[in-house]
């Protein structure tokens, strides 16, 4: 299980370009996807034999109307939720009452508190550092963001007390998150699969804060669903902060196979449902979407309609994610649910033979060849299935920056149409024959 790390930090204190320079230092295996724009407040640190994620949360400003109820949200949320708090300042600048505020609140964690002196970008600013020792904190290093400088000992002091990153789960059971903003129904929804009479119940230990793990059998198999709805804290703008209702999803996306996007037929589909299914895709999970609360619309055969056309138009991201309309509170349509999440878990892990593999891209390659660039035209020579959950599949090509994108989508399309992947990404990489060795 990762740790998950958090910046904060007045503005303008070089947070930003931390938190990307950290961030860029990992691969992803998965591009973003177009239909969807955001604000990335989370990534992945890859150091060493060690993992965690990073949260981002936005810069403190004393000026702003509301400072004390600012300032307690993002430094509770950072206390929560996270395993250790980064504290930026700007070194280049005096203490400031901000910082000390910000201090103050940081203090009452009990969280491992590391402040990264930034903007120390060569040695006539290191005297600056001398007056943030009046913070009393005793993990204090120099770093500029701007030329990566101090990375190693940041982020050796990160991780000094964090266990070596593996996947393993000791329980091998389908694991699906209900994951979605807050006041979708995601609690209710919870409850009405639970209490299914073909389901039995029990409760066990979650290992995320304020995650529910409830194991249940359906059909004879056992399942464990992720309920992150419970808000352990109290308060308007704790309890509905976009960034802190994703960051509870992160966490849940993260030891899930299946993720269950929830979205409110009241509300209507807004910006933050497609950034949270994004999240989900980035990770690499399965996802189903859910439309709840359809027993308060009228002609639903109609709205239906509506309501697929609208799905498909704003997750142009994930046109392959099954839709269930449904009613948590009266159980309307309950029952085709776990059907969908089971399927999308099967794609997921499906491994598809290399001999029917190939002979879909080969019919595909003749079918629709290419186009050729400066003479030359992309060759596949061979495509295996590399890796699952999701699928992953490596084409041996003669030569790898002639694939456009325009024919990757292509690709990815024709194997979709010959293989059932209902639910799940897939990841395509192109391999140059003569490189062996390439990841």
Known sequence: MRKTVCLIGRPNTGKSTLFNRLINENKSIIAD????????????????DKSFTLIDTGGIDLEIKDFNASIKVQAELAADESDVIVFVVDGRESLTLNDLKIRDYLLKSNKKVIVAINKIDDKKHEENIYSYYELGLDNMIMISASHKRGFEELLDCITEDFNPYTTEESDSTLKFSIIGRPNVGKSSLVNAI????????????????????????????????????????????????????????????????????????????IEHDKHIASYAIDAGKAVVIVIN??????????????????????????????????????????????????????????????????????EAYMLHMPPSYKGKRLKIYFVSQTGTQPPKFTFNVNNKGLVHFSYERYLENKIRESFDLTGTPIILQFKNKSDRNED
């Open 194 to 269: 639970l209490n299914e009479e073909r389901c039995l119940v029990s409760d066990i230990a979650g290992t995320t804060r304020d995650s529910l793990d409830t194991k249940f059998t359906y059909d004879k198999q056992d399942y464990t669903i992720i309920d992150t709805a419970g808000m352990r804290k109290k308060g308007k703008i704790y309890e509905n902060i976009e960034k802190y209702s994703l960051i509870r999803s992160l966490k849940s996306i993260e030891r899930s196979d299946v993720c269950v996007v929830v979205i409110n037929a009241e509300e209507g589909i």
């Open 293 to 362: 609360k359809w027993d308060t619309i009228d002609n639903k055969d109609a709205a239906m309609k509506t309501w697929t056309k609208d799905i498909r138009n704003n997750f142009q991201f994930i046109p392959y994610a099954p839709i269930v309309f449904l009613s948590a509170k009266t159980k309307s349509r309950i029952h085709t649910l776990m059907p969908e999440v089971i399927k999308a878990y099967n794609s997921a892990t499906t491994e598809i033979k290399t001999s029917a593999l190939n002979d879909c891209i080969r």
């Open 33 to 48: 996807e177009a239909g969807v724009t955001r604000d990335r407040i989370y990534g992945v640190v890859n150091y060493k």
